[in-house]
């Protein structure tokens, strides 16, 4: 029995370690195609926008942050994306298209399975000023905590969606089940 519950744990551990480098790789990429970098890669070049126009983009103060960050995420896992494939399995492909900041992964995560409480609105960006609302929490949806807070704000991911929210507003009294 203590042996099926360790090789239960490493293959769970190896998985996430898998999904956190897709993810990171995938978001440090990102910045860089909003930046209009011109991919040589095979990966990049079916990943991201084949409209490009530098090879040497210039990164904002919050996308170089991001990119510093991830990297170093990378290097502790010791990450090996297969650049010469065509697929990666990140789950945030696709719902970052709205997204004006892109959030930096953590290594730690929680989820509230089961939302109970009163829809919230995901938004693009932090706070409402220079935001727009993206995405909606609803009853029944699974939150993913995956993510740094920054500023009074938390990146959060259902499972169609991703933004922006306010700190605080899933709180685990509105969940069937947290995890984390």
Not at 17 to 44: I, K, P, V
Not at 102 to 129: D, H, K, N, W
Not at 130 to 146: A, E, H, L, M, Q
Request: contains cysteine; charged residues 20%.
């Amino acid at each position: 029995m203590r042996t099926l519950i360790l090789t239960a744990a490493l293959v769970c551990t190896a998985g996430t370690a898998s999904a956190l480098c897709e993810d990171a790789w995938y978001l440090r990429n990102m910045a860089f195609d909003r930046a209009g970098y011109c991919f040589g890669s095979t990966l990049g070049k079916s990943v991201f926008d084949v409209a490009c126009s530098t090879k040497s983009p210039t990164l904002d103060d919050w996308d170089q942050r991001m990119v510093s960050t991830h990297k170093q995420l990378e290097a502790s896992y010791n990450c090996k994306i297969n650049t010469k494939g065509r697929n990666l399995a990140s789950s945030l492909i696709g719902k970052l298209d709205d997204v004006d900041l892109l959030p930096t992964l953590s290594q730690f995560e929680s989820s509230c399975v089961g939302y109970t409480g009163a829809p919230v609105t995901m938004t693009s960006g932090i706070g409402m000023r220079d935001s727009y609302p993206i995405g909606t929490i609803k009853g029944g949806d699974r939150v993913n905590f995956r993510f740094e807070s920054w500023e009074g704000f938390e990146f959060v991911e259902t499972e169609t969606a991703a933004g922006w929210i306010p700190e605080g507003s899933i709180p685990p009294d509105t969940c069937t089940a947290f995890a984390g």
